[in-house]
Structure formats: C-alpha cells, structure tokens
C-alpha cells in the first residue's frame, strides 16, 4: 500500500493516543488514562464537525447543540433506566437503558433530526448570517435545557454508573478508553470514505464554486444538509460518551464555548485534515492540562498557538508534520 506522509502522520498520532494510557498505567500514572479519553472523544466530535466544515465549509456554531442532545440522550435513558420508569411521550412510551449501542443508536437518531432540522433553516444562508443562525439555534437548546427542570435544570443531570457495553467493564478506565477509541477510529474511516467518494467530492465542490455545482445538476443545498446531518449524528455520538465519562451532564455541553472549542480543535490539528481533529484535541487537552494547573489564563497561551497556526501552518499540526503537499 502507496501512503502519503500525511496517512503516515496520522497513523503515528493515532498509535500515539493509544499508547498513552497503556504507558501511563505502566508508569503508575492512571488519571492520564482518563486525559486519553477525553482527547479521543474531542477528536471524535471534531471530526464530526470536521466533515461539515472541512469538506463544506460551514462554519457553525451550533455543533455544541448536538454534543449536548446526545449527552442528555445517555442520560435521561440512564436516569430512567436507574428508575425503571418509561419515558412517557403521550401517544406511546420508551424504556429507558443502561447499554451503550441502544444509548448511541438514539443519541445519533435524536441528533440527526435536530440536525435535519437546523440545517433545513440554516444551509438557505452562508456566511456571517449561516454561523449567527447555526449559534442562535445552539442558544436556544441551552437555554431549553436550564428551564427543563424534569432533568435537572441549570444544576445538570447526573448518571450514578456508567452505562455498560457488551464484554466490557466500562467502570475500568481502560476499557472506556478503548470503547471510545474504536469509535474514533470508525468515525476516521466514515471520514475518509466521504471525502474520497463522489459526495465527497460534491460537497468540496459546492465549497469552492456553488454555480458551477449547480450548473451540472447537483443540488448544492441538498448535499451540505446531508453532510450537516452526518455531522450532527456523529457530536451527538461524541455527547453520549462524554456524559459517560463524566457521569454528569449539565447544559454547559450546550453552550457556544464548546462549539468554539471544537472550531479550535480542527484549526489546530487542520483543517480537512484526516487525522486533524485528533492533533487538536490531542493538544488542547495538553494545553488544558499542563497549564492549567500553572494558571488560570492558559487559554491565552493556546490563543498564542492558534494565532501562530493560522498565520505561519495553514494546514494546522498535521500539515505542518507532513509538509507541503497538494490538498483538497
């Protein structure tokens, strides 16, 4: 097999993330074990977004909208199935659940509908007028979730234990690590599917020459909206393991800091880049580590790499490891 230096880059970051946790119990260091976690389910949201803004150039600010739903998703099945008492949705119930396939199945499905719904509104403008509705829509999920006093309000909902996945001791740090790695990894491949498929090429189409996409007769609103709604499903996967691995979940997870922390991440590791969303979340959560135990201002440090990136490594950390070569 031929790969370019940029595969052989992002192979290397990910043997790297999953090296983490195994020296860190090797060197008597566990917690470390859960910073691996959190880098890979940043990544994963990332590169969620990734397909959305990367491959379309839809610059949102409402993916914290979907990585909150899938959050709540986890947990008001948890809490329910703790409680052993159905969702009542009038017309027809739904048991809760402790498992995670089931948990995901509907953090994707509720995601994508919300998803549907916001890009349906959303993708009839661009530019500055697209980002303010994308934010004004994930305002709106967070403020829902403050005055949703059912499943905690502003104070969050908490999951006693953590959901369960089949063959697996989830309550062992590693094994989550694992769980939450292997769907990383899934969530690359769909990655790199899309973006060498004849979708994938229509959407980085419709990104460079709207007119010209529309002239061969491939509709440009449909194809972002699928590719918002695959992105949409794939945070709110990503919401789903992170309320797992806190057992909490507030509607801080909706807020727009953390659509701006998941734009950061890919600018970080690069943007379109196969294994960018994993660089930046790999250096983020560094970042957030290191330094924020020296200062409660690290993010003025991170501001510092970010401005260096985008004036001196357009192609973020993976273009700047792989060095010039042609990109789409």
């Known amino acids: 097999m031929n790969l370019s230096r940029e595969n052989w880059v992002s192979l290397l970051l990910l043997a790297l993330l999953l090296a983490l946790p195994y020296a860190a119990i090797k060197f008597g260091n566990p917690f470390y074990v859960t910073l691996a976690t959190r880098m890979a389910i940043l990544g994963l949201a990332a590169v969620g977004l990734n397909i959305a803004l990367g491959l379309g150039g839809l610059v949102s600010f409402g993916h914290a909208a979907f990585f909150g739903i899938g959050g709540y998703v986890a947990g ?185 922390e998941f734009i950061v991440l890919i600018i970080l590791g690069g943007v379109g880049r196969l294994a960018g969303p994993v660089a930046g979340a790999m250096l983020f959560v560094m970042f957030e580590f290191l330094l924020g135990g020296l200062t409660e201002r690290w993010q003025f440090f991170l501001g510092l790499v970010l401005l260096g990136v985008v004036l001196f490594a357009r192609g973020g950390l993976v273009g700047l490891l792989a060095g010039r070569q042609r990109h789409g």
């Open 76 to 260: 008001i099945l948890a809490s329910h199935a703790m409680s052993m008492q159905p969702l009542n949705f009038g017309l027809f119930t739904l048991p809760g659940s402790n498992q995670m396939p089931t948990i995901w199945l509907f953090a994707m499905l509720v995601g994508g509908l919300l998803a549907a719904a916001i890009g349906t509104i959303s993708l009839r403008t661009s530019g500055v007028y697209f980002i303010m509705i994308t934010l004004a829509f994930a305002q709106m999920t967070f403020y829902f979730a403050i005055s949703w006093p059912a499943y905690g309000g502003e104070d969050g909902l908490s999951i006693l234990m953590r959901n369960q996945f089949p063959g697996f001791n989830t309550m062992v740090p590693l094994n989550f690590f694992l769980i939450c790695y292997g769907v990383l990894v899934a969530a690359l491949i769909l990655f790199a599917l899309i973006k060498n498929s004849r979708f994938g090429a229509a959407l980085q189409a419709a990104r460079q020459n709207e007119v010209r996409v529309a002239s061969v007769g491939i509709a440009p609103f449909r194809i972002r909206l699928v590719a918002f709604v695959l992105s949409g499903m794939i945070v709110a996967l990503a919401g789903a393991l992170y309320a797992d691995l806190n057992r909490f979940v507030s509607p801080s997870m909706l807020s727009w800091h953390m659509s701006g």
